[in-house]
């Protein structure tokens, strides 16, 4: 019984737009980035600039890095590589699943294992939440300050994402994924900007988007309009927007700061790590995820999440002055995205919508604390 309901989950799956959005379009758009990697390599062509890791500043403190989604995949792997890089790294762990707390704990145990001198310190926190937010970033003071620490941040890497293949709203009423992927990391960075700020050294901010942003997409569903209510969830499509509007997101806030005269000392970066073989798809129904990760594999593209998160580090460790460029492809190398990512219009749009929707929050959030107390 168990396998033939299986079996129509899979059928099911396999023979939706959805399916064939992720089978072709995405594989392609993973394409026509690595094709755009190699037309650089031609005298004629121009050349994107290549950027190499600096070393840690000499300061009398220790850097801290904020990472969400750090108990698996890249935010893992990125969460060691940085310890070994003299980071102090801050692990937001997802709070969703009632498993986090113990991934929480085996995840630095076993960085630990891996780097004895590791300074590791974990929180939970739920992005599709802007309580669970506010409760992060609050949590995060407190301990700055228990600590004796400088009250800033050197890092904010917004890696925590999922690929959910059923419609969920939040207890705000906004779509999981577009909250988690997209809005969740809007308002962590909001909230946490005036530790970055305050820094004595310059900071950054990384945003983890993806190739799948290439594909074309409903400007609409981005400025904030609802989502028609098909039969099937649009998963596929709801993913894209939601990385798309991440880096929409990142090249905004560059800008902003650039005005400010603050981009010199808090900069962004986005950056696309490939394909690689995370815990992504743990929705899709098994057989179909090991399907395509052994396509991928032997399409050579397949990246662990050691390896993939090459390109995060580069981001990561990047010259201070550099901001609002896109890496991709490990080896320090940047690409240009999607010719709509560069669009201001859309950009200041997509801005001031996330304002709104962060201010009502906030609202919210404050209004509850008031009525608690």
Partial sequence: MIQKKELREVLHFVFSLQFIRMALFWILSLFILYFRLFIQTFPFSRKSSS????????TSFRPICVITGATSGLGKAAAYALSKEGFYVVLGAHSISGRSSHLLSKTMIEIKEKNIDAHLKGFQVD???????????????????????????????????????????????YDQMMATNYMGAFSLTKLLLPLLRSSP????????????????????????????????????????????????????????????????????????????????MREVPSCISHMAFMVLKLLFVLQSPENGVSSILDAALAPPEISGLYFFGGKGRTVKSSALSYNMKLAEKLWTTSCDLFLASEQAASLLADHVS
């Fill in 51 to 58: 950027f190499p890791r600096c070393p840690r500043a000499n």
């Fill in 127 to 173: 992005l599709s939440s802007f309580h669970s937010v506010l409760k992060f970033k609050n949590s995060l003071e407190q301990w700055l300050s228990d600590s004796n620490m400088h009250s800033s941040i050197q890092l904010l890497i917004n890696n925590a994402g999922i690929l959910a293949t059923s419609c969920r709203l939040t207890s705000e009423g």
């Fill in 201 to 280: 050294v310059p900071s950054r901010i990384v945003n983890v988007s993806s190739f799948t942003h290439l594909n074309g997409v409903d400007e609409d569903a981005i400025i904030g309009k609802c989502f028609s209510r098909p039969k099937q969830y649009p998963c596929a499509r709801i993913y894209e927007y939601s990385k798309l509007c991440l880096l929409l997101f990142s090249y905004e806030l560059h800008r902003q700061l650039g005005h400010m005269h603050d981009s010199r000392h808090v900069s962004v970066i986005a950056v696309d790590p490939g394909a690689v073989e995370t815990n992504i």
